[in-house]
């Protein structure tokens, strides 16, 4: 034994362990568990990089109302090193926060307020700005400017170890002026090893889909290939601001609100309640502290102090606010994208022919409010062999991995659209020239995990999604239905025109009757038979006759020459449908920008 | 050598006793010429009046129509009094302005046409050679105008009945088939026909045996003896039934084609021959006799010229098993299909009311088996000619 003793004796002594043990700074945690942020490997972290920097510059733009616009160039400078730049017109970073912003981990506006916005935590940029550190061991240069300051160009590195930020140059530029003909904005350039690919998770499906979510920005990217291409705006005024609001009680768990009552600064309990949570007035907050007085053995007046209760106090406070029914929290703090908007955002990246939105109203999942939207293109030139494919967007940004652990994912695929005319195989997607957009406003967005990819499975989240889903596969259906039934229509006509001939030539020869004039009756009588087959627009693009409620709904929008023609026999005289209708004048009006973008060529620079 | 000889000297008998019966009106071959003129003209103007119908409807704007007469067991009725099937009143009416309806008035308007044609040019044609002549590629797509034969057929017959006409009107025939002979001289097309001297073979019965195609010239049968098959055909002309029995020997190579059924109806009618069937025992067998005798139901249409209410039965029945004494071997077991026919065939009126069939059908279902006339041939080669039907003949043993 004693033996064995002195053997573990070269193994650590409690005291030389605890030489050995001190802090690990969130950014060192960070740098080896970066796939956590998304930096899994070189072609994401390409990906999470842009991401970051456009979420952050969208947010600032946003919240100085401004209308951004935002370039993002991606010079290729070898095989897999690259440099990024992502340039905005927002407010700018004033001078003396640049570096907190940029080189400390969990830095940001956003994580202590319960307000919605694309960014959450403050990781994401400065996480990039690290790993550009580690793989290329150059600095993050950040090019910022203020209205009516100079610009400031500083680089800085992140010392991993102390989660600070180390500035290695720092000068006015007013040289920089030119980046900015506003007056204002900011331009971040990382250096950092990547892989760039197009097709599916590339930094341009995902700047495709943001210009989808945000149809309010402007952007402009330049590829590795050096190839220029502009998202223009389809709409031109900016999202309301979303409101500040605070935590809701049924929001929050006990360990959060013990470290609530811990923060604050004195007053009674009541104060408390009625001042840290929505939905809790003078009434609702007594009605707690009764109801938590006789869940524990200490007393709990409306006049205790706050900073003299315990444990056992706030786990009865806890208890009593899961038994109390309590307002759900106020919803105008949400900012929902908008039907005409996320049609406008459809119909300029999305080639189908019938488009139609569903906005949800508000609706609460653990004390958080949430609100979900969702729009669909069929048709056009889209692909009918392929499945649905699905955009997911959570406050406006795209979610591009992880998409079979996404609660929108399972919505769609829980949802029955053979109702809606669509095929589809059992537990699965639906087949067809589809395109699901699902966007998730809410003031905390449930992510299954902090590389923000995939929305976690709530029942209420979920219900919310299957019903917008339901409201625009139902639109989808009568309009499939109709354009079926005018197929049909146009069908039934072509065969009649077909024997028409023949009938006529038969009547000539046999009666000796005059056998065009036949055929004129006959065919005259084909177009009144079969008169929903063209049925007739008027100059406003409306038609004459009211052939659905399709029409007179502003949530949808049918592009008429964009109608695929699976069937080259079925009209004759190229009448099915003429021209292009619009179901509202503001649809039109967005119809005149998807013209526009048509436009929009790909030089090469 | 014995039975030879009695043969012939019958014969020679019977030859001088028919002479009377050669039809009295010796129709040329010119007045029937005049006839089919007259016809041709009516059918014509038949066909005129349909189509100014279509083309009238055309330019009034309404749609256009064509009621055609059904032809199925729903507008069929048993006529009790003259023991015919005859049509009912109920017609389909048929449009352009239907989908479902639009090519088969195309067709009929189309056929229509063909037909009033070949009345024009004086020729007729094949259901085949209709087909073809009505046969091409719509203007302006590549849709033909049938598809095949049997869809100009069937719309041939709507024709037929709408226009209230026979085919043979239209100057269209179908394939022939059925084949006679037998102590009679007839003329077809004026061409002379002795049916007793046509070797094997025997003449092959047309198409259309209409009065101006086919003329009796002179007749000394006695009867006419029709048979399901040319196998069995065979035998009786091999071994010269008809001249022993001073008969008239038909067969219709199953269910009877309407040139036979037409020939029968007229043997019967204009020269008062009685005609016997000898079809197997089983309710197809069956079902030739009710063809034969009350007409069908799909060409019900045409049972006033077609059927022969007496013809009368002579077997095969289910009692002969026993009767002749016949081996094992021969029977062939019913299936389902042949019971559930069985019992259909007894149910149809003109079934209903005649005993002896219901005792007919009752025992072959009790015994469970059908048998054909061939099974004769076990007792002997010659035993049906020279025993089963004359023995029949001679105690007149028919079912009717």
């Known amino acids: ?605 | 050598m014995a039975t030879k000889k009695t043969t012939k000297k019958t014969a020679k008998k019977t030859a001088k006793k028919t002479a009377k019966k050669t039809p009295s009106k010796k129709s040329t071959a010119k007045r029937s010429r005049s006839v089919s003129v007259e016809r041709d003209k009516v059918t014509s103007s038949k066909i005129v009046k349909m189509v100014e119908g279509v083309a009238k409807s055309s330019l009034a704007q309404t749609d256009p129509f064509l009621d055609i007469p059904v032809r199925s067991v729903s507008n069929m009725k048993f006529n009790t009094r003259k023991r015919i099937l005859e049509m009912g009143e109920n017609t389909q009416r048929r449009t352009l302005f239907n989908v479902g309806q639009a090519r088969k008035f195309m067709q009929g308007v189309l056929l229509s046409k063909g037909c009033k044609e070949l009345i024009e040019a004086d020729k007729t044609l094949s259901l085949r050679g209709m087909y073809y002549m009505s046969l091409h590629t719509i203007e302006g797509t590549n849709e033909k105008t049938f598809n095949d034969q049997g869809e100009s057929d069937g719309i041939l017959e709507d024709l037929e009945v709408t226009l209230n006409g026979l085919r043979e009107e239209l100057h269209v025939f179908a394939k022939k088939r059925g084949t006679m002979v037998g102590n009679i001289t007839i003329k077809d097309n004026g061409d002379e026909i002795n049916c007793r001297k046509m070797g094997t073979g025997g003449y092959a019965i047309p198409s259309i045996c209409e009065p101006d195609v086919i003329e009796f010239e002179k007749c000394e049968a006695d009867f006419v003896l029709h048979v399901e098959k040319d196998t069995v055909w065979s035998r009786f002309n091999e071994d010269r039934f008809w001249e022993e029995h001073n008969c008239i020997l038909t067969e219709g190579s199953g269910q009877p084609p309407r040139g036979v059924r037409r020939l029968l109806h007229r043997l019967n009618k204009e020269l008062g021959l009685p005609i016997y069937c000898l079809l197997d025992c089983d309710p197809w067998g069956h079902y030739i006799y009710s063809v034969i005798k009350q007409g069908s139901i799909n060409l019900a249409f045409e049972s006033q010229r077609m059927a022969v209410p007496d013809a009368k039965f002579i077997g095969i029945r289910s009692d002969d098993y026993d009767r002749c004494d016949l081996s094992t071997d021969v029977r062939i077991a019913l299936n389902d299909r042949d019971i559930a026919r069985a019992n259909q065939i007894a149910d149809y009126p003109w079934f209903l009311d005649r005993k002896p069939w219901q005792k007919e059908i009752r025992t072959m279902l009790a015994n469970g088996f059908k048998m054909e006339v061939e099974s004769l041939i076990t007792k002997d080669i010659s035993y049906v000619t020279e025993v089963y039907v004359p023995e029949r003949l001679k105690k007149k043993d028919f079912l009717d």
């Open chain 1, 1 to 605: 034994m004693p033996k064995a003793a002195s053997k573990s004796g070269k193994r650590a002594t409690a005291e030389e362990m605890a030489s050995r043990q001190r802090d690990i700074s969130v950014s060192e945690f960070f740098a080896k568990n970066r796939h956590l942020l998304g930096f899994d490997n070189p072609r994401k972290a390409l990906l999470t990089t842009v991401k970051e920097a456009v979420d952050n510059a969208l947010d600032a733009c946003e919240e100085g109302g401004i209308l951004p616009e935002i370039h993002v160039t991606l010079l290729q400078l070898s095989e897999s090193r690259f440099k990024v730049t992502i340039r905005d017109n927002g407010p700018g970073i004033v001078r003396k926060q640049i570096e907190n912003i940029f080189g400390k981990l969990l830095y940001g506006s956003k994580f202590h307020r319960m307000k919605m916005s694309r960014g959450q935590q403050g990781i994401g940029i400065s996480a990039a700005g690290m790993y550009g550190l580690m793989t290329t061991g150059k600095p993050v240069k950040i090019i910022s400017k203020t209205k009516n300051k100079p610009a400031h160009e500083v680089t800085l590195k992140i010392d991993t170890s102390k989660n600070k930020p180390e500035v290695v140059t720092d000068r006015e530029s007013s040289n920089a002026d030119k980046y900015f003909p506003e007056g204002h904005g900011t331009m971040v350039t990382i250096e950092m090893e990547g892989r760039y690919q197009k097709g599916k998770q590339s930094v341009d499906e995902y700047l495709e889909q943001t210009a989808i979510a945000n149809p309010h920005a402007w952007f402009v990217y330049v590829n590795p290939a050096n190839e220029t291409m502009e998202f223009p705006r389809g709409v031109d005024e900016l999202p309301e601001e979303a409101r500040e609001i605070k935590p809701h009680p049924k929001g929050i768990e006990l360990g959060t609100l013990i470290q609530m009552m811990e923060r604050a600064d004195g007053g009674n309990v009541t104060s408390f309640l009625q001042n840290e949570f929505s939905r809790v007035g003078q009434r609702k907050a007594s009605e707690l502290i009764q109801t938590a007085d006789k869940k524990t053995s200490k007393t709990l007046t409306p006049r205790s102090r706050i900073n003299t209760l315990g444990h056992d106090e706030a786990e009865a406070l806890y208890n009593a606010i899961q038994e109390t029914s309590i307002m759900a929290p106020p919803t105008d703090c949400l900012v929902p994208i908008g039907s005409r908007a996320m049609l406008a955002g459809l119909l300029k990246e999305v080639k189908g022919e019938f488009y139609s939105a569903a906005t949800r109203p508000p609706s609460v999942y653990r004390g958080n409010p949430f609100q979900i939207e969702v729009a669909i293109a069929y048709g056009g030139k889209l692909s009918s062999e392929e499945s649905a494919r699905v955009l997911r967007f959570a406050n406006r940004v795209p979610l591009l991995y992880q998409q079979s652990a996404c609660s929108s994912f399972k919505a769609v695929m829980e949802t029955s659209w053979k109702n809606y005319g669509l095929s589809q195989p059992r537990n699965g997607m639906p087949v067809g020239p589809l395109v699901v957009l699902i966007h998730m406003a809410s003031v905390w967005v449930p992510f299954t995990s902090e590389s923000k990819e995939a929305i976690a499975d709530y029942d209420e989240i979920r219900k919310e999604m299957r019903l917008a889903l339901q409201e625009c596969g139902r639109k989808l259906g009568i309009y499939l239905r109709r354009r079926s039934r005018m197929k049909k229509e146009a069908e039934r006509r072509s065969v009649f025109e077909r024997y028409i001939g023949e009938i006529s030539k038969v009547c000539e020869a046999v009666t000796g009757m005059d056998g065009k004039e036949i055929y004129k009756a006959l065919q005259e009588q084909a177009a009144r038979k079969t008169a929903e087959a063209d049925t007739r627009l008027d100059e406003d693009g409306k038609v004459v006759e009211p052939v659905s409620r399709l029409d007179d709904d502003e949530q949808v929008i049918i592009l008429r020459d964009a109608i695929t023609e699976t069937d080259e026999e079925t009209n004759d005289d190229g009448s099915l449908f003429e021209g292009t209708r619009l179901a509202s004048p503001s649809a039109r009006a967005k119809k005149k920008q998807t013209k526009s973008r048509k436009k929009t060529t790909r030089k090469v620079r």
